[in-house]
């Protein structure tokens, strides 16, 4: 069975501050790891896919690795500014024979001024 | 290219009701999912449809249903609606599980549902 943990659940940090996301997943036979943001009530945003055979992908100010064989995947946010203040959560996928993302509970971020 | 879109965006429902959701698909996308997101959680798996056939289901009792019509277009339908029903529902597209990983899902912005 897949499970997907974030870590911390919750984050303030002052403006400015390098950010890095945690989550993790037990089992590794994953095709991809997708990052999304969600803003209080709103849908998702999808920021960065990790395919299976790629270790990082960047997205201005975005970094996303993806380590398969420990289970892990980071989410840097470089620089971070008010703007980035969400719930991000991460999900990997395709899972149990279709198209069925596994997500974690997500960290909320607030980046104060 | 548009992208996902789902209405009604709010809804409040009476418990023992129904209610019915729906999604447009993003143009090329054949697949539908839809997720149940309750307060401070991830999203969880409620079911998927290709070619307008169920193609999985997650663990949600019978009385939850859809539909995916000709245009790739979806419904969700709810009967005899629980207190804890009240969540946000999300639909995401996408395209064959063969070509997944390579360009991953596109949620809409969900739909909020309150049931009283």
């Known amino acids: 069975k897949q499970e997907v943990t974030q870590i911390p659940a919750a984050l303030s940090v002052p403006e400015g501050e390098n950010l890095v996301l945690n989550c993790s997943f037990t089992?590794?036979?994953?095709?991809?790891l997708q990052w999304f943001r969600q803003d209080p009530g709103k849908g998702l945003t999808s920021l960065l896919l990790?395919?299976?055979?790629?270790r990082e992908q960047t997205s201005g100010r975005l970094n996303a690795s993806l380590d398969k064989s420990s289970g892990r995947s980071t989410l840097y946010i470089a620089a971070s500014q008010p703007g980035d203040s969400a719930t991000y959560l991460c999900?990997?996928?395709?899972?149990?024979?279709?198209?069925?993302?596994?997500f974690g509970a997500g960290t909320r971020l607030a980046v104060h001024p | 290219e548009t992208g996902v879109t789902q209405s009604p965006t709010h809804l409040i429902k009476t418990r023992g009701q129904q209610v019915t959701l729906r999604c447009s698909s993003q143009?090329?996308?054949?697949?539908v999912s839809w997720y149940q997101q309750a307060l401070g959680q991830g999203p969880q798996f409620i079911f998927q449809y290709y070619r307008e056939e169920e193609n999985g289901r997650g663990n949600f009792p019978p009385r939850f249903s859809g539909l995916q019509f000709p245009n790739y277009s979806s419904e969700l339908n709810v009967n005899a609606l629980e207190l804890d029903d009240s969540a946000l529902y999300l639909c995401a597209s996408s395209l064959r599980f063969s070509e997944i990983a390579n360009y991953g899902y596109t949620f809409g912005s969900g739909t909020r549902l309150t049931v009283v």
């Open positions: 999900a990997v996928g395709p899972w149990g024979g279709y198209n069925k993302l596994i």
């Open positions: 089992d590794s036979a994953i095709y991809n």
């Open positions: 143009s090329g996308h054949n697949t």
């Open positions: 990790i395919q299976s055979s790629q």
